[in-house]
């Protein structure tokens, strides 16, 4: 910050000769303003003799001091010394018109020099300031201890706003990540007080994790939920973790929506990643693994067990669609895994009529272990095509189906027509 005040200032100072300098050119005198100051300076020059002879009586006249003359008192107006005194030598202005230009110029380039001296002074200074400021950046965001600086997850408050309260349902203090010196417990599982079905379906839970860093350096620690008490949301992903401190012992909390089920009994991890920071990971699979929150079986749900129409199923897998009532929002999707192998789901492009839009929300890389089903619930695209596409338009998608521990149970449905 003290970086950006500075070269403000000069940016500001740089600004200000700027002008003085233009100002200095601007202001150097014209060629009138050179002969009328030439005039003046011949008129003064003539002026200094005061003395004139009487034409009518010879008599001396002091010009300062009398008007007439002070022997026969006559008027000297028309004498022709006086005249010929102060009539004004061409030459002799012209002469002193090109002195007085070339000290004025000569005094505007002085100055404009010294000006210019200093804008390049501020200019170096500020390149100076930049540069100090780039070194400043790369030494302090290379540094491991100040990388996260203000980052780092600290003990935290569970209420954590004022219009939500939480009560706790249970403590399972189970171990969900021990490798290289890092651990991370489950200890505490709270649901919202008005914990009560919301408009979307949701419900809103909270959990308390533990984590203690025995390493010397700081290090990052993220895990993705892909799914709880055998149900996944493509839109309700959760990611538990952050950024922590070398010898860091700190309990954090991580907010998560349920779809429905009323405690969390189980937890499925996709994506886990242990990493040093700004140095490279320690530890990384996408293999999916099941947390038991609780040793109680978590009941199955089956409220939207028979909705839509089978569109998809083999021994492995069953995809059921629904076209929504407002036809722009598209359609709701779900995925049941009848397997006992765990799948990333991901889907092609949309068709529309043998067309492909320009965008559309499908699904990537979405989490569905064995047992779950996955729910999407926004199969949609932008545009008119969509949006005003008449009954009988054809939307079509294609599913694929990883498998990362036995890649030999991979496989795509192909096109299929969502109803």
Same mark, same amino acid.
Not at 405 to 417: I, K, L, Q
């Given at each position: ?7 403000? @200032? ?13 100002? +200095? ?8 303003? !050179? ?24 008599? +001396? ?9 002070? =022997? ?48 390049? @002074? ?8 930049? &540069? ?5 950046? $790369?030494? !302090? ?10 980052? !780092?997850?600290? =003990? ?34 709270? $649901?919202?007080?008005?914990? $009560? ?40 992903? &959760? ?10 012992? +700190? ?9 429905? !089920? %009323? ?40 409220? *939207? ?5 089978? @569109?998809?199923? =083999? %021994?492995?897998?069953? @995809? ?32 529309? *009529?043998?067309?492909?839009? $320009? ?18 619930? =926004? &199969? ?35 096109? &299929?027509?969502?109803?």
């Amino acid at each position: 910050m003290a970086f950006i005040v500075i070269m403000i @200032i000069i940016a500001i100072a740089i600004i200000a000769l700027i002008v003085r300098y233009l100002y +200095v050119q601007a202001h150097i005198l014209s060629s009138k303003e !050179f002969r009328k100051t030439a005039e003046k300076q011949t008129f003064k020059m003539r002026a200094k003799s005061t003395e004139i002879t009487c034409d009518f009586c010879g008599c +001396v006249i002091n010009t300062a001091k009398e008007k007439r003359c002070p =022997n026969c008192g006559a008027v000297y107006g028309e004498d022709k010394e006086l005249k010929e005194r102060f009539q004004v030598d061409e030459k002799a202005v012209e002469k002193k018109a090109d002195a007085a230009a070339k000290k004025a110029v000569e005094k505007a380039h002085a100055e404009g020099m010294e000006v210019l001296k200093h804008i390049k @002074i501020a200019i170096a200074a500020l390149a100076g300031v930049f &540069v100090l400021m780039i070194i400043y950046a $790369a030494i !302090f965001y290379s540094s491991p201890s100040s990388s996260y600086a203000g980052k !780092f997850r600290e =003990n935290e408050k569970l209420q954590d706003n004022d219009y939500t309260e939480y009560t706790l349902i249970s403590e399972p203090n189970v171990t969900i990540f021990d490798k290289e010196g890092v651990t991370m417990r489950l200890v505490s599982v709270y $649901a919202d007080d008005d914990n $009560a079905i919301l408009t979307e379906g949701m419900r809103h839970y909270r959990l308390g994790i533990s984590l203690v860093n025995t390493r010397k350096e700081p290090v990052t620690l993220y895990y993705k939920v892909v799914g709880i008490n055998g149900r996944c949301n493509s839109r309700q992903l &959760v990611y538990i973790g952050g950024h922590f401190k070398a010898g860091a012992k +700190v309990l954090f909390y991580e907010n998560v929506y349920g779809e429905y !089920f %009323d405690s969390i009994d189980e937890i499925a991890v996709g994506e886990k990643t242990l990493s040093i920071v700004d140095q490279g990971n320690l530890y990384k699979s996408d293999v999916m693994e099941k947390i038991r929150v609780s040793g109680e079986d978590y009941p199955v749900i089956t409220d *939207d067990a028979d909705t839509g129409i089978v @569109i998809f199923e =083999n %021994d492995r897998i069953r @995809i059921r669609s629904l076209e929504k009532e407002k036809r722009d929002r598209g359609y709701d999707v779900w995925i049941e895994n009848l397997s006992d192998h765990d799948y990333y789901v991901d889907t092609s492009d949309m068709m529309i *009529d043998g067309k492909i839009p $320009a965008s559309s929300y499908i699904l990537y890389d979405n989490g569905l272990p064995a047992g779950y089903t996955l729910h999407h619930d =926004n &199969v949609s695209c932008r545009g008119e095509d969509f949006e005003k596409r008449a009954e009988e338009s054809q939307v079509e998608l294609s599913f694929s189906f990883s498998d990362l521990v036995d890649p030999s149970n991979d496989f795509s449905t192909g096109f &299929v027509t969502l109803k």
